[in-house]
């Protein structure tokens, strides 16, 4: 069965209990006067959530960025239950919660690597508590020494993992996705990371959701290219509901649906 062409993925993003949209190597703890914020809404998570309802855009994911934002993902998952995957803080103790929450999916990093080491009976625990096929893996990754190394903790520390063929290939046996911030580039819309496109199209085994970078429709249109249609798309600052210009929403729903919006 050959698999779907490349979909146009949505994301809701909440720091401090409100839909942002947020430059993410600038997000540390401590660093407040550092973070680039591009976008604060004055919608709650739960308008995009039916917005995205609305136009059929299932499997977006819903990213707590730090603490204080619980309310606000439950809010969304409780606008489309099923529809969405959601991610921050997500451990073996509480995942199964959020799935009872109207969680389709969720996504974990930063609690199964510890001083940069995987920790296998973490990811051993996670699928007992929810099921591979629940369970999305996000190893969103900064680039260092010519390699791409999985970060975790809201992006600031690096891991020993580097993202190539090898490591897809171990985690795809505990997880159904994988979600991949191009963290170099995300929140900057100045154009994707192509040669982690072309890793991921060659090498991840699983369905692979990229971000990072996304300025116009074009740069979507280049990573279908370059995925060789294999790898799903989210776009953030660009995106005219959150205050970009680069990407009219209706555009990206329309890239679904393979039109072009009026």
Request: with cysteine; proline share 3%; glycine share 10%.
């Amino acid at each position: 069965m050959s698999r779907p062409a490349m979909k146009f993925r949505p994301c809701i993003d909440l720091h401090e209990g409100r839909v942002k949209q947020i430059v993410g190597s600038t997000l540390a703890d401590g660093a407040r006067a550092a973070l680039t914020t591009n976008f604060t809404s004055e919608h709650p998570a739960a308008y995009y959530a039916e917005l995205y309802r609305g136009d059929g855009l299932a499997g977006g994911h819903v990213i707590m960025l730090g603490p204080g934002n619980e309310a606000a993902a439950a809010s969304a998952l409780a606008a489309w239950p099923g529809g969405l995957q959601v991610g921050g803080g997500i451990t073996a103790d509480n995942a199964a919660e959020w799935l009872d929450r109207g969680a389709a999916a969720v996504i974990v990093t930063s609690y199964v690597f510890r001083d940069g080491l995987v920790l296998a009976h973490r990811l051993e625990k996670l699928v007992k508590a929810v099921g591979r096929e629940r369970l999305v893996l996000d190893l969103s990754c900064r680039k260092r020494d010519g390699r791409y190394l999985v970060v975790t903790d809201r992006w600031q520390k690096f891991t020993e993992m580097v993202v190539d063929a090898a490591a897809l290939d171990y985690f795809s046996r505990y997880c159904a996705e994988f979600l991949i911030h191009a963290v170099d580039v995300e929140g900057k819309c100045a154009g994707v990371a192509e040669d982690l496109l072309c890793l991921l199209a060659e090498s991840s085994p699983l369905p692979t959701t990229y971000a990072g970078g996304v300025a116009t429709m074009a740069d979507m249109y280049r990573i279908r290219e370059l995925g060789r249609d294999r790898l799903d798309a989210t776009i953030g600052s660009a995106l005219d509901i959150f205050g970009g210009s680069g990407v009219r929403y209706r555009d990206a729903v329309a890239f679904n649906r393979g039109q072009t919006a009026d």
